[in-house]
């Protein structure tokens, strides 16, 4: 029986087809915003997955990985490259695993967590009829964000408290999770006389380890939020919680630079001088852009034929080593596979 | 308007508590002050209130930012919005925006490291204060138990000719650390304040024991037959880990408490004892500061604490109702030897020493010392500190006579252990004060039965807790289920 931690991370190393070093599992999921990070991402699928601990160390990391070995999962060469064993194939094949959306949260669910908690913890003392508390909740951003929701939606009527949790009883009651799940998410949150629960305290009442509970809690929260996104209307207050809790446009700074003058027109070349930056970078900037934008037409970089090509060494050769593809489909150039590679099975964004 | 009255319109009382008066006078005549009142005696009140006498900032250097949070926080639910805190938490553009508008706060709140910023020092300069406030000074002397080199340099800082009065609060000093205070703060004929230290209605008791799991049977059996709420001291993270899970396993409503935990577990874990609703913690020492729970009936030590002055202030955490409450010290052969480990581990030796010359011929900044994982950041302010003094070798000197002086720390706590003599009166010595009175069930060297003093725990049946998201959301949001 393998921790969900565990899991998570046999699943990952099988995406990433052993065709990585044992670090890039780490980087993804710390949420690294180096360019080979982010490229794997598109390249190996890995975009439920990214970001999703960026406060996980290299030592927990490490120790992981120490069981992995012990318990002959994993074998790790000398140059940092791994192999799976049999034992890791026959654990994937039954292993049920949790769903996430690390790619389009990026740890900003706990904002939206951070904002309920405290609109909850000021209800339900406004409730017990005491005005003044000490907030669990000390960022000033989070406070100032939670003074406004609470005046603009009128909370001295009294009726706020009703609507919300009607919002909460209907949004989580219909999406399909353990209660279990439900339990970790609603008793982290604090009221009147109500202080949260720890995760000590949660992990014995549900005889789970604190690293699986707070797995669990992360999923939850991004299936909670994609529910109140799928249904918007519905949930006019939770609706005001996540505003900018997506990422509404992935691509890092530069490489919005580099896509906005794109777009205008110039050429890769141009944009290079223009912006003083090596061309290799900004082929970096197409790659995630093509990651990215469902907009962006590989295709005036790469024949249909050429991308049906790359897909059918992918599937032939079972691998997405550019070394490989790149001796199969010789006529293209490392940046074009890169490209459609990038583009291959883009997940819907 | 008279003293009084300014006390009971912005903080609701009608008297003062010994010293409160005494200490506020003679701020406001201009005097410096050094004040030493026990914990939970009112020491924030002594600079809160003159703030709303005088028509300028009140500056109060603190050196624990938790602790910093936690009265920025309090002054804030009492309505006070000109209070700041200047600390590492604040992003860039909080903290110019707080050091601009610094004159227009009533109390500015502040570390030793901020105060020692060129743009922190160029604004204080400009602009005049009312009365700076040393909290926990005690932390200035080399020979206090918590000695931070930045404490330091307060005294070169703000001792400036026409500088406003100083006031000095600790709850725990000794003479040699009170004069310490004095002269490193170039403080002037201060009024000194000294409270007794000594807290009639804790009772001190002491267990000795074979080994070490004898101890812990003892503790459970202890703390399922005895009435709470208590504090269990202990000293790794590990053990506070362990031994609340075999607390909870036998019933008894118990969590873990230490620094490296989730800041919001704890959080959830303060108020849960204040609440009620949890009955025991374990803890590492960085559990107390800034819990304000009045009723915490007793205090067990599991492991010795690495000196006299951390024992005062972790028993003194009971009790602060003025009830009968009870310490218990528990000792196991060989719990010196580790207490003395625990005190010395973090701190800079020799090859710390070598390697920080070594990083500086090599142009390197010694702070990387810290991000090569090879020193820790309190054993790095302590190096760099005297690094910047002495020469390497009086430094290697220096650090191995403070080593020294932590290790003879632990004998005086075990001297408590071994004596046959009134304990009580051995802990009022160390401060260099004399036992005026001795209570009923003293300690156990005078005789103590600790039923007098405590309670029988009384076992509730608990209606079964199991987890139920809907009932716990409607119960905090339309307050039933």
């Known amino acids: ?349 | 308007m008279k003293l009084e009255d300014i006390l009971n319109k912005y903080f609701g009382y009608s008297a003062f508590r010994p010293g409160q008066r005494e200490v506020i006078e003679k701020v406001l005549d201009g005097k410096d002050v050094i004040a030493l009142l026990p914990t939970g005696m009112g020491k924030s009140l002594c600079y809160q209130l003159p703030g709303y006498i005088f028509d300028k900032p009140v500056l109060i250097v603190s050196p624990l930012l938790s602790l910093m949070q936690d009265q920025v926080d309090q002054m804030k639910q009492f309505k006070e919005k000109r209070v700041v805190a200047l600390n590492s938490f604040l992003n860039p553009m909080q903290k110019r925006a707080s050091i601009q508008n610094l004159h227009d706060y009533r109390f500015i709140f502040i570390s030793p490291e901020m105060l020692l910023q060129e743009q922190v020092q160029q604004k204080l300069n400009s602009m005049e204060l009312s009365l700076i406030v040393v909290d926990e000074a005690h932390c200035i002397s080399q020979w206090g138990f918590d000695f931070r080199p930045d404490y330091l340099r307060i005294g070169q800082v703000l001792g400036k000719p026409n500088r406003p009065p100083i006031m000095a609060l600790s709850a725990t000093a000794t003479q040699k650390v009170l004069g310490d205070i004095e002269a490193y703060l170039n403080m002037d004929s201060p009024y000194k304040f000294i409270h007794s230290v000594d807290r009639p209605n804790i009772h001190l008791g002491k267990m000795l024991f074979q080994g070490r799991e004898e101890k812990i049977e003892w503790i459970l059996d202890h703390v399922t037959k005895t009435a709470g709420p208590g504090i269990i001291y202990t000293q790794s993270r590990l053990k506070t880990e362990s031994l609340s899970q075999r607390l909870l396993q036998s019933g008894v409503t118990t969590a873990a408490y230490h620094g490296g935990m989730d800041p919001l577990d704890r959080q959830f874990i303060q108020q849960q004892f204040i609440d009620g609703s949890l009955d025991w913690i374990v803890a590492t020492n960085a559990f107390g500061m800034g819990v304000h729970k009045q009723n915490v009936r007793q205090v067990i030590h599991e492991s010795l604490p690495s000196n006299m002055a951390n024992y005062m202030q972790e028993i003194g955490r009971a009790g602060r109702d003025g009830e009968d409450s009870l310490a218990i010290l528990l000792y196991a052969e060989g719990d010196e030897e580790l207490a003395k480990f625990v005190g010395i581990d973090d701190y800079p030796v020799d090859a710390h020493v070598d390697s920080y010359i070594s990083y500086r011929s090599r142009n390197e900044l010694p702070t990387s010392m810290i991000h090569n994982g090879e020193i820790s950041e309190t054993a790095f302010r302590v190096l760099d500190y005297w690094m910047n003094q002495l020469q390497p070798a009086d430094v290697k000197q220096r650090l191995s006579s403070m080593k020294y002086e932590k290790m003879r720390a632990v004998e005086e706590v075990m001297d408590l252990i071994e004596t046959n003599t009134c304990m009580r009166e051995q802990l009022v010595h160390y401060f260099g004060q004399t036992l005026e009175n001795r209570p009923e069930d003293c300690c156990q060297c005078c005789g103590l039965q600790y039923e007098n003093i405590i309670r029988v725990r009384e076992i509730i049946d608990a209606p079964s807790k199991e987890l139920n998201w809907k009932r716990r959301i409607e119960q905090l949001l339309i307050g039933f289920s």
């Open chain 1, 1 to 349: 029986m393998l921790f969900q931690f565990q899991q998570i991370l046999l699943q990952i190393f099988h995406k990433f087809n052993q065709e990585r070093t044992i670090s890039a599992p780490f980087h993804l999921l710390r949420g690294k915003r180096s360019g080979q990070t982010v490229q794997d991402v598109g390249i190996y699928q890995l975009h439920s997955y990214f970001g999703i601990l960026p406060k996980l160390s290299r030592k927990k990391y490490d120790e992981e990985l120490s069981i992995f070995v012990n318990e002959q999962f994993i074998l790790i060469k000398e140059d940092g490259y791994y192999e799976l064993t049999e034992k890791a194939f026959e654990h994937l094949k039954k292993s049920q695993e949790l769903v996430f959306d690390g790619w389009h949260y990026r740890g900003n669910e706990h904002v939206f967590f951070a904002r309920l908690s405290l609109v909850v913890q000021s209800l339900s003392h406004h409730l017990a009829g005491k005005m003044s508390f000490i907030p669990y909740q000390k960022d000033e951003q989070i406070q100032q964000w939670v003074r406004m929701f609470l005046k603009t939606n009128h909370y001295q009527d009294g009726q706020l408290q009703q609507k919300l949790l009607k919002e909460i009883l209907n949004s989580l009651e219909h999406i399909a999770m353990e209660d279990r799940a439900k339990n970790i998410l609603i008793y982290r949150l604090s009221g009147y006389n109500a202080a949260g629960f720890t995760w000590q305290q949660i992990s014995f009442e549900e005889n789970l380890k604190e690293m699986d509970l707070q797995l669990i809690y992360i999923a939850s929260l991004h299936s909670w939020l994609n529910a109140i996104f799928l249904q918007v209307e519905e949930f006019p207050l939770l609706l005001q919680m996540v505003e900018n809790i997506r990422v509404k446009n992935p691509l890092s700074g530069s490489a919005f630079q580099t896509a906005e003058l794109f777009f205008n027109g110039h050429s890769m070349e141009q944009i290079s001088r223009k912006r003083g930056l090596k061309m290799s970078t900004i082929e970096d900037h197409m790659v995630e852009l093509a990651m990215n934008d469902p907009q962006f037409d590989v295709e005036q970089f790469v024949s249909n034929e050429d991308v049906q090509a790359v897909l059918a060494a992918v599937d032939d050769y079972n691998t997405r080593k550019l070394k490989v593809l790149h001796e199969v489909v010789p006529q293209l150039s490392y940046f074009q596979l890169r490209l459609v590679l990038a583009r291959g099975e883009r997940v819907e964004a």
